[in-house]
């Protein structure tokens, strides 16, 4: 592997074994010294066009307990708010001596656009690019699974027939979109819920099953739920008339945790609007992992960080 | 390429067997005693090392509790990867990492004996020292290998040794056994012939010395 782009580009083979690595490093995560030498000497560089809190301080806990060297980018207040291109700030940094590069950008295939360029010649993690992709977030909502789901067994395994309900903003959310790539890799069955305004125009978005009703697809019994940010960021239009028709609609509401099974686990990549896509009882609830997704996190990343910046570099090798 | 096998299975129990003695004798019992295989084979060896100390030495599994993996055992023995800690990442070589596995007793105050299978450039049990580091802090650490082949390049050596074997750099020294390979047997293959009595295939030619292939050195000493 080279670069993280898309987990499109992922094998299943691939997949398994960034997963497996990560298992790895959890166990690390547990020890007294939390801490491996093995990207010592390396210097990664967070590279932050767009806002992120939890994102950013998960790679770079991952790349300090790897023993890199983080440079942390953010644009605002940097010389590309003077107008400096990407590729200008690439080269930059480049000739400052960077061994990786951690990238979240607002523009949609931005890392790729890196990656394949012949600016610099390192390793591109994407961290998020617009409403694309976000795998390393994939990644870890699929190692999140497989730890509850196959427990110690998990070293290996897939996520053969494991029914996964995606509810909420799949139009804009590059953590849906990496979802359902993967977790189908995986062998997991994908299905959305949400209104038809917050659904790509197609039958089957990226190849899943879509519900406009989110009591009809609970009620098929899924073994993950899986709440999506409503990101008011994005939301300059009028995809639903207010915040309380859509929780009623399509929020986890405690009416229908309770209803869910004892174990179908509750999932959701953060930062929570609490009260508007799941309630607090949902989000509190033991069978919701949302705090073991951030702890997985960094698990995750290290094994990314630690396959791209030591695995085989052949030039121009193709993507993952 | 010469291929010859110089420890068969019988060999190999028996020199697991006298490496168990040896442990227990420099010990002074099983007192405090823990062993720590380096995946692959020296993982698989510490088990079987495990299970011969079960036989000869009442003590070994007096306090018999749940080991590393959740089973029953003798909860002495466990798994040391030491893949983070080589000196040689980032040299185009992906390497994944192996499970590390440690007795639920810890290691600190213990006395950790190290398995690998061989021993040669040192290098990997530099790294399972470092490894060691980051887990506890050890009463002593010992080193127990079924072949040493020679050839180190940092100053380290063994404490227990199954069989010394003098061969040449350019030779490759391999342990199959039951457990990953199907058949107990260490063989050295020959990478170039200079004896024609030993050229077993004809047709193998007598070329001069062909590039190491960096993955296979290091994968006989891993």
């Given at each position: 592997?080279?670069?993280?782009?898309?987990?499109?580009?992922?094998?299943?083979d691939?997949?398994?074994?960034?997963?497996?690595v990560?298992?790895?490093?959890?166990?690390?995560n547990?020890?007294?010294?939390?801490?491996?030498?093995?990207?010592?000497?390396?210097?990664?560089?967070?590279?932050?066009?767009?806002?992120?809190?939890?994102?950013?301080?998960?790679?770079?806990?991952?790349?300090?307990?790897?023993s890199?060297?983080?440079?942390?980018?953010?644009?605002?207040?940097?010389?590309?708010?003077?107008?400096?291109?990407?590729?200008?700030?690439?080269?930059?940094?480049?000739?400052?001596?960077?061994?990786?590069?951690?990238m979240?950008?607002?523009?949609?295939?931005?890392?790729?656009?890196?990656?394949?360029?012949?600016?610099?010649?390192?390793?591109?993690?994407?961290?998020?690019?617009?409403?694309?992709?976000?795998?390393?977030?994939?990644?870890?909502d699929?190692f999140?699974?497989?730890?509850?789901?196959?427990?110690?067994?998990?070293?290996?395994?897939?996520?053969?027939?494991?029914?996964?309900?995606?509810v909420?903003?799949?139009?804009?959310?590059?953590?849906?979109?990496?979802?359902?790539?993967?977790?189908?890799?995986?062998?997991?069955?994908?299905?959305?819920?949400?209104?038809?305004?917050?659904?790509?125009?197609?039958?089957?978005?990226?190849?899943?099953?879509?519900?406009?009703?989110?009591?009809?697809?609970?009620?098929?019994?899924?073994?993950?739920?899986?709440?999506?940010?409503?990101?008011?960021?994005?939301?300059?239009?009028?995809?639903?008339?207010?915040?309380?028709?859509?929780?009623?609609?399509?929020?986890?509401?405690?009416?229908?945790?309770?209803?869910?099974?004892?174990?179908?686990?509750?999932?959701?990549?953060?930062?929570?609007?609490?009260?508007?896509?799941?309630?607090?009882?949902?989000?509190?609830?033991?069978?919701?992992?949302?705090?073991e997704?951030?702890a997985?996190?960094v698990?995750?990343?290290?094994?990314?960080l630690?396959?791209?910046?030591?695995?085989?570099?052949?030039?121009?090798?193709?993507?993952? | 390429?010469?291929?010859?096998?110089?420890?068969?299975?019988?060999?190999?129990?028996?020199?697991?067997?006298?490496?168990a003695?040896?442990?227990?004798?420099?010990?002074?019992?099983?007192?405090?005693?823990?062993?720590?295989?380096?995946?692959?084979?020296?993982?698989?060896?510490?088990?079987?090392?495990?299970?011969?100390?079960?036989?000869?030495?009442?003590?070994?599994?007096?306090?018999?509790?749940?080991?590393?993996?959740?089973?029953?055992?003798?909860?002495?023995?466990?798994?040391?990867?030491?893949?983070?800690?080589?000196?040689d990442?980032?040299?185009?070589?992906?390497?994944?990492?192996?499970?590390?596995?440690?007795?639920?007793?810890?290691?600190?105050?213990?006395?950790?004996?190290?398995?690998?299978?061989?021993?040669?450039?040192?290098?990997?049990?530099?790294?399972?020292?470092?490894?060691?580091?980051?887990?506890?802090?050890?009463?002593?650490?010992?080193?127990?290998?079924?072949?040493?082949?020679?050839?180190?390049?940092?100053?380290?050596?063994?404490?227990?040794?199954?069989?010394?074997?003098?061969?040449?750099?350019?030779?490759?020294?391999?342990?199959?056994?039951?457990?990953?390979d199907?058949?107990?047997?260490?063989?050295?293959?020959?990478?170039?012939t200079?004896?024609?009595?030993?050229?077993?295939?004809?047709?193998?030619?007598?070329?001069?010395?062909?590039?190491?292939?960096?993955?296979?050195?290091?994968?006989?000493?891993?």
């Amino acid at each position: 592997m080279k670069h993280l782009l898309s987990t499109a580009d992922l094998s299943r083979d691939e997949a398994i074994r960034i997963l497996d690595v990560a298992e790895e490093m959890a166990e690390v995560n547990t020890r007294e010294v939390r801490k491996l030498p093995a990207l010592r000497g390396k210097t990664v560089v967070n590279l932050f066009f767009e806002d992120s809190t939890r994102t950013r301080i998960s790679f770079e806990a991952a790349a300090k307990r790897l023993s890199a060297d983080v440079i942390n980018f953010a644009a605002k207040g940097s010389s590309v708010s003077k107008g400096e291109s990407l590729k200008d700030t690439v080269q930059t940094l480049g000739a400052m001596g960077i061994d990786g590069i951690v990238m979240r950008h607002p523009a949609s295939g931005a890392p790729r656009v890196l990656a394949e360029a012949d600016w610099i010649d390192v390793p591109v993690v994407n961290a998020g690019d617009g409403t694309h992709e976000h795998p390393t977030q994939a990644l870890l909502d699929a190692f999140t699974m497989r730890r509850r789901l196959h427990g110690v067994a998990s070293r290996g395994a897939g996520l053969d027939g494991v029914r996964v309900l995606i509810v909420g903003d799949v139009l804009h959310s590059r953590v849906a979109r990496s979802n359902a790539w993967l977790l189908r890799t995986l062998g997991a069955e994908v299905t959305f819920a949400a209104p038809p305004t917050l659904l790509p125009a197609v039958d089957r978005p990226f190849g899943a099953a879509v519900h406009h009703d989110l009591d009809v697809a609970l009620a098929e019994d899924p073994d993950v739920v899986m709440l999506l940010r409503i990101q008011q960021e994005r939301m300059n239009d009028a995809f639903f008339p207010n915040p309380r028709e859509y929780t009623r609609h399509f929020g986890l509401t405690a009416a229908r945790t309770a209803r869910l099974s004892d174990r179908t686990l509750i999932m959701h990549p953060g930062p929570m609007n609490r009260g508007l896509e799941i309630a607090g009882v949902a989000a509190d609830d033991p069978r919701s992992t949302v705090v073991e997704q951030v702890a997985n996190g960094v698990s995750v990343r290290m094994a990314v960080l630690y396959l791209a910046l030591t695995g085989e570099h052949e030039p121009k090798e193709s993507v993952a | 390429m010469g291929t010859r096998t110089v420890l068969q299975q019988p060999d190999i129990t028996r020199a697991l067997t006298r490496i168990a003695h040896e442990i227990l004798e420099a010990n002074h019992g099983a007192s405090d005693l823990l062993l720590l295989g380096i995946p692959t084979r020296g993982a698989v060896l510490a088990e079987r090392l495990d299970r011969i100390l079960a036989d000869i030495e009442p003590e070994w599994s007096a306090d018999a509790r749940p080991g590393a993996d959740g089973r029953t055992g003798s909860g002495r023995v466990g798994t040391l990867d030491v893949t983070m800690h080589r000196d040689d990442l980032g040299h185009g070589i992906g390497r994944a990492p192996h499970r590390t596995t440690i007795p639920a007793s810890g290691i600190d105050g213990r006395v950790v004996v190290l398995v690998d299978d061989v021993l040669y450039s040192g290098r990997t049990v530099r790294a399972a020292l470092d490894a060691l580091q980051g887990i506890g802090r050890p009463r002593a650490v010992r080193l127990a290998v079924l072949v040493d082949r020679g050839h180190r390049e940092l100053p380290i050596r063994a404490d227990h040794v199954g069989k010394n074997l003098p061969t040449a750099s350019d030779e490759r020294v391999t342990l199959r056994l039951t457990e990953t390979d199907g058949s107990d047997e260490v063989v050295i293959e020959q990478r170039m012939t200079q004896d024609p009595r030993e050229t077993q295939d004809p047709r193998e030619p007598q070329d001069p010395r062909e590039p190491q292939d960096p993955r296979e050195t290091q994968g006989a000493d891993a």
